[in-house]
């Protein structure tokens, strides 16, 4: 049974930083994709950054580009997102998510992903 778990969400400042971290088990998962996602309630779950292994990574919506890295520790079978420079809209729950080769190509969904975690919550403030 393929688990993700993320860590790292809080309360922060605006301005300030977080890290968050998504360990994915069995430590013999080796998902090709892995990709960052997060959801305010009411809305729809929106894609953060997706990063396949050895390729550059994908971050999506200007909001984000320069402020969110996504990182990958294949040693400890995690991967990470570094947010920076955090704003109230970045407010929200944030899900990790893995999945096969295509979930990283240009046809994909959301569906695409096949693991979840439960995801963790940050809450920027003023």
């Known amino acids: 049974q393929v688990q993700l778990a993320e860590s790292g969400g809080g309360s922060v400042q605006a301005g300030g930083s977080l890290r968050l971290a998504c360990e994915a088990s069995p430590p013999t998962y080796d998902p090709n994709c892995w990709g960052w996602f997060r959801q305010d309630p009411g809305k729809e779950r929106e894609i953060v950054a997706r990063l396949r292994f050895g390729r550059i990574p994908d971050y999506f919506g200007d909001s984000v580009k320069g402020r969110f890295t996504i990182s ?55």
């Open 72 to 126: 990958q520790d294949n040693a400890k079978n995690t991967v990470y997102l570094q947010m920076d420079s955090l704003t109230l809209e970045d407010s929200a729950m944030y899900f990790c998510a893995a999945g096969p080769t295509y979930a990283c190509l240009g046809n994909w969904s959301v569906g695409s992903f096949s693991y979840w975690g439960q995801g963790t919550q940050v809450i920027v403030s003023s």
